[in-house]
């Protein structure tokens, strides 16, 4: 009988450990490009598929994308980052399995004889919890911090090979105070 009951514990034990090995929360941004044409205007859609999960997240909570845009000039022949945060968003994310959020959004990125093209996508999680609190994961503790994704370049692989899968995009965490 003792055995039965430190076999029945050291299953249980081990069973939680496993749980636990698996990662709290992880982030992921895919994006591709699609040419925008019609007889008077030409240039590229990006297409963004953010996807989050974290597993300290309680049951009955909702999580929004909040997003942006990196503006970008041309400057002596160089693209230049001018403004974050244009073209502003929120875009709640729907629940893809437990724990794990996903939405996708689009953009105009360029035009044709444009001056200036969106590189990136700027982003915060806006968590709204059972309980009514709210909450934001933007990568760290800065009072104005956020993840950045550069966004896909035409010339990547992944968007001549599989363009409608996408790349998976660089995610950076921007940290302002």
Known sequence: MRYLI???LATIFSYSASVHAEPIRSLSVKGNLQPSTSNYYSGMNGQF???YANHSIPWGSRVF?????????FSQGELMPVSS???????EMT??????????????LYS????????????VLEIHLSNGEVN???GSDSVL?????VAPRYDDVCNQVNSTAGCELQIKEVIQN
């Open 6 to 8: 430190l076999t029945a």
């Open 49 to 51: 598929v953010v996807s």
């Open 65 to 73: 994308l909040r997003h942006g845009f990196l503006r970008s000039e």
């Open 85 to 91: 945060w244009n073209d502003q968003r929120i875009l």
């Open 95 to 108: 629940a893809s399995g437990p724990f794990t959020w996903q939405v996708a959004t689009a953009a105009q």
């Open 112 to 123: 044709r004889g444009s001056s200036w093209q969106y590189t990136a996508i700027d982003f």
């Open 136 to 138: 934001f994961d933007k």
């Open 145 to 149: 911090g956020y993840f950045e994704a």
